[in-house]
């Protein structure tokens, strides 16, 4: 089909509008996109990882040792206790990861620190208050559905030996294994907000 030049279209000529890609992003879009750079966000998932790990385990261990001076019937407040009595640990571990693996940001430790803090920070409330709802929500849920979860349990520990079969009859005998889920829940649910407060706020660099 021959195309006709702009210069020789009729004045009443049908002028049939480009139909755009569905699949461009929008402006918005396209900003929260840029947002995360594949190389340095996969960085920032492998450090994400260390972390959330290592949050995970410090909260534990503290979990584990509060559960010995507290009352299980106060564990939805032991649990918040746990979170704040590891966290600053947590986020000093983090900030010097994400400093040096991710953002290789150079000098301004004092200040990114605290700002790395402040980010947390923002984040912390919302994930007490929904650390302790999933901890009695899990409570419930697991002292409801007891007898099925017994039997699950035992059917996977006729598969298992050793190590493995030691750790599993102690935490399922454990009376704060609703903690323990809980914390692992919303450790992992911070990760993708910490990044951008930490792209945008601590380590953000003048243009």
């Not at 001076?69 to 979170?83: D, E, F, N």
């Not at 559905?145 to 190590?163: D, T, V």
């Not at 649910?189 to 407060?197: N, P």
């Amino acid at each position: 089909m021959t195309s006709i030049p702009n210069d020789q279209v009729p004045p009443d000529f049908p002028v049939v509008p480009i139909p755009q890609d569905p699949f461009i992003p929008t402006r918005r879009l396209r900003r929260i996109v840029n947002l995360f750079p594949g190389g340095q966000f996969l960085r920032y998932v492998g450090v994400g990882l260390f972390n959330t790990v290592f949050g995970y385990c410090t909260f534990a261990l503290t979990l584990y040792l509060l559960n010995h001076l507290v009352p299980q019937r106060y564990l939805y407040l032991t649990v918040i206790a746990a979170s704040l009595i590891s966290t600053p640990l947590n986020i000093t571990v983090a900030y010097f990861g994400y400093k040096f693996f991710v953002f290789k940001t150079r000098g301004n430790y004092l200040i990114e620190w605290f700002k790395c803090f402040g980010v947390y920070g923002v984040g912390m409330l919302p994930g007490l208050l929904a650390l302790s709802g999933v901890t009695k929500l899990l409570q419930s849920t697991i002292h409801a559905h007891g007898p099925q979860l017994h039997l699950a349990i035992a059917h996977i520990a006729a598969h298992l030996s050793g190590s493995p079969l030691g750790l599993l009859q102690k935490l399922s005998s454990g009376k704060a294994v609703a903690g323990y889920i809980a914390g692992a829940l919303v450790q992992g649910l911070t990760t993708i907000f910490s990044f951008v407060g930490h792209k945008k706020v601590t380590f953000k660099t003048k243009p």
